[in-house]
């Protein structure tokens, strides 16, 4: 069990984590803070948190556990401004969906003490923020993946493996490359997508009449456009040379199809339909958690 819990950014994915810390009984006290001090307060409010605190510094002081929980941009500050009170067996993780540059600005920020670091990515979330959405189950069932460098410290290492495996969760390991080119393909390109398709539709002059035909296949397809704008921008920006190569391969598989649809070649369009359909027949998320 750890002691304290120094949870830095109070929204939904570090407001799940403290409700899911402290239902599994891993910890015996939570000090929370967050940019907004009103955010702060719900948190507390909410039974999320037990002590606000008034700055990201004192939040880990006498903590031995910190969970970073902002977007990506912000990770290298939080990093300065908590260097000065990590401790040697302090765990310190994030729940950034991109990891290179939060590895690196943790490099730049902790120097000798970012052995205490162990990047994580949860592949959780919702497309509605803020503690208000914070859910104790959230992580359950889910994948996590860790990302450790060369100077990761083995214990630390192992407690953020038995940390999200009590949690419910299935610990992946790959290195940081590895982790960014891939969720290139199968995170950040879908939101980029879906938010171009949004503001395909919404910028034509009948866009809010073909909006309102739109059923359920429209609503599964376009459900993360909806997801918050300036997380989602950073995070784009920040892993733009993974996802503008998962881009372009994009755009050539579209105008393939494009000119198979101009061409009138009914027999290539239906092959490339049955072997997107058959590829996504074959997977599902529940094969991934086994």
């Not at 939040?59 to 556990?65: E, K, Q, W, Y």
């Not at 923020?129 to 214990?155: H, M």
């Not at 989602?232 to 040379?241: C, G, T």
């Not at 199809?257 to 998320?285: D, H, K, V």
């Amino acid at each position: 069990m750890f002691q304290q819990l120094g949870l830095i950014g109070c929204g939904l994915m570090g407001g799940s984590f403290a409700l899911a810390l402290k239902r599994a009984g891993l910890v015996k006290r939570i000090v929370g803070y967050s940019k907004s001090p009103s955010t702060t307060e719900r948190a507390r409010q909410m039974g999320v948190i037990d002590v606000e605190a008034p700055s990201a510094l004192l939040a880990v002081s006498g903590a031995d556990i910190v969970l970073i929980a902002v977007p990506v941009a912000s990770t290298e500050a939080t990093f300065k401004s908590i260097k000065h009170l990590v401790t040697p067996g302090m765990l310190i993780m994030d729940v950034g969906s991109t990891k290179r540059d939060v590895i690196d600005a943790a490099r730049r920020a902790l120097r000798e003490q970012v052995d205490c670091f162990v990047p994580a990515h949860p592949i959780a979330g919702k497309e509605l923020s803020g503690v208000e959405n914070a859910d104790v189950d959230l992580y359950q069932g889910r994948q996590v993946v860790l990302t450790p460098i060369d100077r990761t410290n083995p214990v630390q290492l192992q407690q953020a493996v038995d940390v999200w495996s009590a949690l419910g969760c299935r610990v992946v390991k790959m290195t940081p490359e590895s982790h960014d080119a891939a969720f290139a393909a199968i995170s950040h390109l879908p939101h980029l997508i879906a938010f171009a398709l949004m503001n395909s539709i919404s910028g034509q002059a009948l866009g809010k009449d073909f909006l309102s035909l739109a059923g359920p296949g429209f609503r599964d397809f376009t459900r993360i456009a909806a997801s918050e704008p300036a997380l989602w921008r950073d995070v784009i920006l920040s892993n733009r040379e993974e996802l503008l190569n998962q881009s372009r391969m994009f755009q050539r598989n579209l105008q393939s199809l494009e000119l198979m649809i101009t061409s009138g070649n009914s027999e290539a369009l239906l092959e490339q339909i049955e072997n997107a359909s058959a590829t996504r027949a074959n997977w599902s998320m529940a094969k991934q958690q086994k």
